[in-house]
């Protein structure tokens, strides 16, 4: 097995871990593919292919990580839901990892943003209304940047079918 091959592999499950990390907030996402793309382009033995795989795929990471942003961020400004609303969800997401297996990141930030929310309110109809629409705006945006995510590493696989033929 030679150096692009194991280069190749290497960056394939890079990738494939980048897109998992575009669901799963503790794995690192968006960030790993534009990495991995870089890295293949560099050391992958593609030549040319490789660097037009690399700027076609950071299109794709770019776009998918500025939509997530701004989807996200102009939802949670509609329903003026303050960061730190947001800050306390995510580190009530971070000790529920530890606390329930699994699921414990989405239920642990979902109750200390509906917390947050309460006591920033003192209304629970309204810290659920606007803790469900924070919800829905990382849902939307994570759901947008995944199929970005999936779109750049469909353009390594084809970079890697085209740099084999050739």
Request: aromatic share 8%; with cysteine; hydrophobic share 60%.
């Amino acid at each position: 097995m030679n150096s692009e091959t194991v280069v190749s592999i290497l960056c394939g499950l890079a990738i494939l871990v980048g897109v998992a990390g575009t669901i799963i907030p503790v794995l690192p996402g968006s960030f790993l593919i534009g990495l991995s793309l870089l890295a293949w382009a560099i050391w992958g033995g593609a030549g040319t292919t490789g660097w037009v795989v690399f700027a076609v795929g950071m299109v794709f990471v770019l776009a998918g990580m500025a939509a997530s942003a701004v989807l996200t961020g102009r939802k949670l400004r509609q329903h003026s839901i303050p960061n730190r609303s947001v800050a306390v969800g995510l580190a009530a997401g971070v000790a529920g990892m530890f606390i329930i297996p699994v699921v414990g990141l989405f239920v642990g930030f979902a109750a200390g943003l509906l917390l947050s929310e309460f006591l920033r309110t003192r209304n629970l109809g309204t810290a659920t209304s606007t803790s469900w629409a924070a919800l829905k705006a990382t849902g939307l945006g994570m759901l947008v940047e995944f199929g970005l995510a999936c779109l750049a590493a469909s353009t390594w696989v084809i970079g890697l079918w085209v740099a084999a033929a050739t």
